[in-house]
Each structure stands twice: as C-alpha cells, then as structure tokens.
C-alpha cells in the first residue's frame, strides 16, 4: 500500500497570503495524483488531478505540481473561501490512498 | 450534472450490518466506476472499494474484503455499499464517488455523495 505524507498538519495564514501544501508518497506514482478541498459537513471537492489539472469551476489561484513521490499544492492569495482542510490522493496503485489532510486556518 | 443522493443517516448496534445507497442521476453506474470511501470522526479519507461499469466486477480494500459488499442496481442507477459485523471503529461518514470524466483507469473520485453518517453504538 502507498503512504501518502501529508505537511503541514496545520498552516496558518492570513488572507492574502500565499499557502505551500506538500504531500510526498513513499513510491513513485508518476503524475496520478489529486488534490481535493474539504469544508466542515461537506464532501470533499475536487480541485487538481493528473498532478497540476485544475477542475472545472476551480478558481486559478490553486496550482499543482510535482511528479513521481514529491507534489505541492499552492494557493496563490488565499481568500476567506480556502479556508479548509486539503487532502491529497494517489490513483496510480491499488488500493488508493489518501494523505491524512492538511488544514489550512487563519 | 450529475448527482449522486445517499441515504440518510443510520444507528445500528454492534455485530449488525448496514447498507448505503447512493442515487445517480442518467446512467452513471453504468458508465462509470465507482468508489465508496469512509471518514471516521475528525479523521481522514480511507478508501472502502470500487463497482465497475460493466459486469459489476468489484475490488476491495484488503482492510474491508471480508465484510464489505458493493453492488448496484441499473433500473435505478442506485449502488449500495453493504457493511457487516459493525463495531465501533465503523462509525463514519460513508461517501460514494464517481470516477472523474476522461480518464481510463487512473481516475481522480468527482464528483462526491453527500456522504451518509453510521453510528455504532451499543
């Protein structure tokens, strides 16, 4: 099974600012990799797949990148709305996995 | 669009079982994979399983292969996810998700079930 290391836990920030989310999975999954937003009593959202695809309705400021075992999620200048816990999740290898989450709070 | 409608929340007791059902819209289940994943109180995502679009073929987590049981019914572009002998480590939210568009066997999970709360309380 693929472990995915999500960090920060936490990350605070203002508004405005910019947020660096990394995930790393402990072997390679090429470009297979998904970035997904969750808000409290909510389902979680898609935001990137195939590494740095943004979904559709996702505003510019998310970006996504990396290859292989190291990826990074950036939110350029965060506004109010990102608050929010960002998991990542590897669909190269059976079973998928998720990284245990990072919250992104003020 | 499409939607995916669970059911609503459930108690049951431990060594009970549950069964989830998640409503498509058009032919969703059968056109595309789908996966059940489950999120404990304040903890992270855990995938459960997948239902192909074919024949129905499945494949399961390891952690759940001998009590977890997806199916579907294509009359009514309903899946369900059936959980048995529940403790009380399976109190979750259990969300269905679809494969996302354009992708053949690598697939990012879009969209999402509301999700569908199991308590298991004694």
């Known amino acids: 099974e693929i472990l995915m290391t999500q960090s920060p836990a936490t990350l605070s920030v203002s508004p405005g600012e910019r947020a660096t989310l990394s995930c790393r999975a402990s072997q390679n999954i090429g470009s297979s990799l998904a970035w997904y937003q969750q808000k409290p009593g909510q389902a979680p959202r898609l935001l990137i797949s195939?590494?740095?695809a943004r979904a559709t309705g996702v505003p510019a400021r998310f970006s996504g990148d990396g290859s292989g075992t190291d990826f990074t999620l950036t939110i350029s200048s965060l506004q109010s709305e990102d608050f929010a816990v960002y998991y990542c999740h590897q669909y190269n290898i059976w079973p998928r996995t998720f990284g245990q989450g990072t919250k992104v709070e003020i | 669009q499409v939607q995916l409608v669970q059911s609503g929340a459930e108690v049951k007791k431990p060594g009970a079982s549950v069964k989830v059902s998640c409503k498509a819209s058009a032919d969703t289940v059968t056109t595309y994979s789908m996966h059940w994943v489950r999120q404990a109180p304040g903890e992270g995502l855990e995938w459960m399983g997948i239902i192909s679009p074919d024949g129905g073929s499945t494949y399961y987590s390891q952690k759940f292969q001998d009590r977890v049981t997806l199916t579907r019914d294509t009359s009514t572009n309903t899946l369900y996810m059936e959980l048995s002998t529940l403790r009380s480590e399976d109190t979750a939210i259990y969300y269905c998700?679809?494969?996302?568009?354009?992708?053949?066997?690598?697939?990012?999970?879009?969209?999402w079930g509301q999700g569908t709360l199991v308590t298991v309380s004694s």
């Open positions: 998700a679809r494969d996302a568009l354009y992708c053949s066997g690598h697939c990012s999970f879009d969209p």
């Open positions: 195939g590494a740095s």
